[in-house]
C-alpha cells in the first residue's frame, strides 16, 4: 500500500501559478504509474496529468501547455507545476497511483480574483 501527502494549494489570481507536491510513502518500489486527478464542486473527478515511471506524461487537454507534471524519485515525490491559472481550474487536486490504486487526502486550489 502507498500512502501519499499532499501539499502547495491555495488561493491564487487568475494568471497566477502553484507548485503542488505528492510525497509517497510505503510500497514505493512498485510504482509504475502517477497521477493528479482533480474534482471540482458538482463535478466528477477528472485525470489532470499523469506519468509513468519510464517517464512517459500525458495531459488534459485543458491544461496542456499550462501545467507540467514531474517526478523525483529519490525525494519519492511528484510535482504539479500550474501556470497561467484560471477560475475553472479550482477543485481539489488528488494524488492517485497504480498498482493499487491509492489515493492522497486532496489539496484544495482556488483560482479567484
Known amino acids: 500500500q502507498v500512502q501519499f501527502v499532499e501539499s502547495g494549494g491555495g488561493l491564487v489570481q487568475p494568471g497566477g501559478s502553484l507548485r503542488l507536491s505528492c510525497a509517497a510513502s510505503g510500497s514505493i518500489f512498485s510504482i509504475y504509474f502517477m497521477a493528479w486527478y482533480r474534482q471540482a464542486p458538482g463535478k466528477q473527478r477528472e485525470l489532470v496529468a499523469s506519468i509513468t515511471t519510464p517517464g512517459a506524461t500525458n495531459y488534459a487537454d485543458s491544461v496542456k501547455g499550462r501545467f507540467t507534471i514531474s517526478r523525483d524519485n529519490a525525494k519519492n515525490t511528484m510535482y504539479l507545476q500550474m501556470n497561467s491559472l484560471k477560475p475553472e481550474d479550482t477543485a481539489v487536486y488528488y494524488c492517485?497511483?497504480?498498482?493499487?490504486?491509492?489515493w492522497g487526502q486532496g489539496t484544495q486550489v482556488t483560482v479567484s480574483s
Open positions: 492517485y497511483s497504480l498498482p493499487g490504486g491509492s
